[in-house]
């Protein structure tokens, strides 16, 4: 057992931290956010020359051999900087899902690119109608010749409106819940019949509805066999999971770091306002649950080397079900005990708190996550 | 980063349930398993099987006796234990007084009073307590006046676990009223036969007698048991309690009763089946085994710094309000499992000897008052919101 970072992590960590420090202070940050594309091209390709692209990929896929652990140091310092670029979708969800389903071809087409900095990605897979259930797909996929034809929507895909690929789930047999009969495919946003209905998102990031009507696309944009995407798809959402629950540690750390200093500066009644212990003993209870999010999180990174998908999904929800209440707490309280400075958008404190919201609501709650994990005390043992 | 135990950690977990499985006997384990009261002689049977193997006292250095093992190897050896169902380790000897003779006790006090608590010659409780000191405990006022080589002790301790058992008492006493309240306090070891000592039970919630009170009129202490330096109390007595966080987290009992909640939800009916299908309760079993994977996960972050580097500090307090919390709820819902059947009270149901009907199932008769008893465990070694002061001081510096 050990829980220290070894020494190229600490490295990356740093590196990553001094980056953040000079390009993506909270300012720079708002100006990027309101731009056009709601972040900046050229921080991207910052991003992969220091490697973070690549971070987790293969090393004969163009990446530099990393696993989940360095996501989470990633994700965790993009959580306190709130970095708006497109990596949860492009390299966690978009390159993870083609590194691990993909073939020799498809692998060789994008991820170089993505670790390069040079492709950006999208994964389409949540439904109107499916809410967070993992299975639910009803875009249909028909099979003509040596093409498929694709229609139906999906809903809320981050940052489809940057992609140069979307990943989309489409079903060609079975019911909408139905494990079986669902594939995944390659889409070109530009391709005919694929209609994009962008936004912007609570939190400052882009995400869009993707309309599918009778999309024509290649079998050989087919990613792995036919029918069977489902453990993709659920390794796809699980690493996805990890890496929020690693990005939310990041947030709710600069929170409690926040709220401390604020309670210790802060003066009414002629005294520091962490003299009273009603707040003190909140924050001694944001700080346990900071503490105890951080073993979720460290939890989920390590269920990614987990060989038996019930299990790892399993922890994964545990975890995103803890931090996903610990997040909702510590935004909570961190908003409350700042005052009315809190409830407003000068500060950054609203912007965490925000961010936290959302991360709890992408890929499944904390009540969906703890459904989950319950469900399979069903069939324990 | 790694969160697998090594090859070692996973081969000594073997030995111990190995072992623990070869001598932990049958009755005792299913007195545990099942809620029922324990004997002296139980805990007694049970301390002195792992003192002839050298591990009843596993967070001891080998100099004094103990096996000399790693926190890991600690919490490895307490979750075995508890998962087979043997007794606690009590801690009043073995992980109270024992440190702090240890550390600030003369030669003398070493060579007598530690290999007797190894052995379990000498069953120990501690005199913390008094009824107008709990959360405030250094404003305590039993006084011990110094006459020649011996103290004159008079006043009255509280909440004395199984003191009823004890031969010794580890006692806070007052021996100068100058000063902060803080610097007057010295650390007696006082024999439970002494003349004017009396023990008096305190029936608690449960119905149960596990708890006393301990008065002391007049009773002669020689000044050669008192550990350290007059007026120095309060150091040992922080000493003592910062000292303990392995097993603090009571991470192997709760796994152990987690495992019985769902066994008990499996077994119990509601509208004609399982209880575990029930969503709305099986939601909640669910939300305390996260916790308890939470809760897990901390305390070996805890213990692997321990053995990297750090001597204990305030995450004790951390582990102590969680673990404490995650116990709660798991009786909480063992006794909600049963509906109308946590109702009957059956005392003679928790004699392991009885043979009368029991009512309902059988396992049902412990638990209400298992509830009611841990209830006991936000309040004790420092209640939850005085923990809470202590993280806000010590962590955050407020």
């Known amino acids: 057992m050990d829980f220290s970072l070894a020494e190229e992590r600490r490295l990356l960590q740093d590196t990553i931290r001094r980056f953040l420090a000079n390009e993506y202070s909270f300012d720079k940050r708002r100006a990027r956010v309101a731009g056009e594309e709601g972040f900046s091209r050229g921080t991207w390709k910052e991003f992969a020359r220091l490697g973070l692209a690549g971070i987790a990929m293969r090393e004969e896929d163009g990446g530099l051999g990393g696993d989940a652990f360095d996501t989470l140091i990633v994700m965790e310092s993009f959580g306190r900087a709130l970095v708006a670029e497109p990596y949860l979708a492009t390299v966690v969800l978009g390159a993870g899902i083609i590194a691990d389903a993909g073939n020799e071809g498809q692998r060789a087409a994008w991820l170089p690119g993505v670790s390069e900095g040079d492709k950006l990605l999208a994964f389409a897979h949540g439904e109107p109608g499916a809410r967070y259930a993992e299975s639910y797909v009803a875009t249909r996929a028909v099979r003509e010749g040596s093409s498929w034809k694709l229609d139906g929507r999906k809903s809320v895909v981050l940052n489809a409106q940057s992609a140069d690929a979307i990943v989309v789930s489409a079903r060609s047999s079975g019911k909408e819940n139905d494990r079986d009969g669902i594939s995944l495919f390659l889409v070109d946003p530009k391709a005919k019949g694929v209609s994009l209905r962008p936004y912007a998102t609570q939190d400052g990031g882009r995400a869009a509805e993707v309309e599918l009507h009778g999309v024509a696309v290649s079998d050989e944009a087919r990613l792995g066999e036919a029918g069977h995407a489902m453990p993709a798809i659920d390794a796809a959402l699980d690493r996805a999971n990890a890496a929020l629950c690693a990005e939310a540690l990041g947030v709710i750390d600069a929170l409690n770091e926040a709220t401390l200093e604020y309670l210790k500066t802060r003066k009414q009644f002629g005294q520091p306002i962490g003299r009273f212990q009603a707040l003190q003993h909140r924050m001694a209870e944001m700080t346990i649950k900071a503490v105890e999010a951080r073993s979720m999180a460290i939890l989920a990174a390590a269920a990614m080397r987990q060989g038996d998908a019930r299990e790892r999904s399993r922890r994964v929800s545990a975890a995103k079900a803890f931090v996903g209440q610990a997040s909702r707490f510590v935004g909570q309280q961190a908003v409350q005990m700042h005052g009315a400075i809190g409830v407003t958008d000068e500060l950054i404190v609203s912007h965490w708190f925000k961010r936290l919201t959302m991360i709890n609501a992408t890929f499944g709650d904390a009540d969906h996550h703890l459904g989950r994990f319950s469900d399979l005390l069903l069939t324990e043992e | ?398």
């Open chain 2, 1 to 398: 980063m790694d969160l697998d135990y090594t090859a070692d950690e996973s081969a000594f977990r073997e030995e111990v349930r190995a072992f623990v499985c070869a001598s932990l006997p049958k009755e005792i384990a299913a007195k545990v398993h099942d809620g029922k009261r324990l004997t002296r002689d139980d805990f007694l049977t049970w301390h002195r099987t792992l003192a002839k193997k050298g591990w009843v006292a596993a967070g001891w250095p080998k100099e004094h006796g103990g096996p000399g093992w790693t926190a890991v190897q600690q919490h490895i050896f307490d979750e075995e234990c508890a998962a087979a169902g043997a007794p606690v380790v009590l801690p009043f000897g073995v992980r109270m007084v024992a440190p702090v003779i240890m550390r600030y006790g003369s030669e003398e006090q070493k060579r007598h009073f530690l290999p007797r608590i190894l052995s379990g010659e000498d069953w120990w409780c501690q005199g913390y307590s008094e009824p107008g000191s709990g959360s405030d405990l250094a404003s305590l006022r039993t006084r011990a006046e110094r006459k020649a080589d011996h103290y004159i002790v008079n006043g009255q301790k509280t909440w004395n676990t199984l003191g009823q058992f004890a031969d010794w008492i580890f006692c806070l006493v007052r021996t100068s009223t100058e000063g902060r309240q803080q610097e007057g306090i010295s650390f007696l070891l006082i024999d439970m036969k002494s003349p004017g000592v009396t023990v008096r039970p305190i029936r608690m919630l449960d119905g149960e007698h596990e708890i006393n009170e301990v008065w002391f009129e007049d009773v002669k202490v020689p000044v050669a048991n008192r550990v350290g330096e007059e007026n120095k109390g309060w150091t040992y007595a922080k000493f003592l309690l910062g000292h303990e966080r392995t097993g603090i987290a009571g991470v192997g009992r709760s796994k152990r009763e987690l495992a019985k909640l769902k066994e008990i939800a499996r077994r119990e009916r509601s509208g004609g089946r399982p209880l575990i299908e029930d969503t709305r309760f099986r939601d909640r079993i669910a939300q305390v085994e996260v916790e308890l994977m939470a809760l897990e996960v901390t305390n070996l972050r805890v213990l692997a710094e321990e053995d990297t580097r750090r001597a204990p500090g305030p995450e004790a307090s951390i582990l102590k309000v969680r673990g404490s919390e995650i116990q709660q709820s798991l009786s909480e819902l063992q006794m909600q499992a049963l509906g109308a059947y946590g109702i009957p009270y059956v005392p003679e149901a928790l004699d392991a000897r009885w043979e009368g009907d029991p009512v309902g199932e059988d396992y049902a008769a412990p638990l209400a008052g298992h509830y009611f008893n841990m209830r006991k465990t936000s309040i004790y070694s420092g209640s939850n919101e005085i923990q809470k002061n202590i993280i806000s001081q010590m962590i955050l510096g407020l």
